[in-house]
């Protein structure tokens, strides 16, 4: 979400902040991090959900025994899918989570729509 006058960024202590070197309140918050971790966090997810693809495979086609030989291969399928996309909503959680500490400390987070100077709290 981009930042402007309308919705000022504030910091710790809710004081609105300001470009340090021209003083605008006119931000924008790049989260360049929160982006990059919620990307590797969901692609490390569903590559962990997906190497535990055997077992929701099993779980699934277990369940889909009671509907035939059409069922277990559906329910394998549909087991085998829900272990990746669960692993990778959680790894992009995670990884998201990571990215907004690593933008919040160690990145400049904030770029000035003014002046173009990027620093961060």
């Known amino acids: 979400m981009q930042n402007t006058n309308d919705s000022p960024s504030f910091d710790n202590n809710n004081e609105p902040i300001s470009c340090p070197c021209c003083k605008s309140r006119r931000l ?40 035939g030989p059409f069922g277990i291969v559906i329910g394998g399928f549909a087991g085998a899918l829900m272990g990746a996309l669960l692993g990778g909503a959680t790894g992009c959680s995670v990884g998201s989570k990571l990215g907004a500490v690593i933008d919040d400390r160690i990145l400049d987070n904030f770029q000035c729509l003014d002046c173009k100077y990027t620093f961060s709290q």
């Open 28 to 67: 924008k918050k790049l989260n360049y991090g929160k982006r990059t971790g919620g990307t590797i966090g969901t692609i490390a997810g569903a590559v962990a959900g997906g190497a535990s693809l055997i077992g929701g495979a099993e779980l699934g086609a277990t369940v889909g025994l009671v509907s």
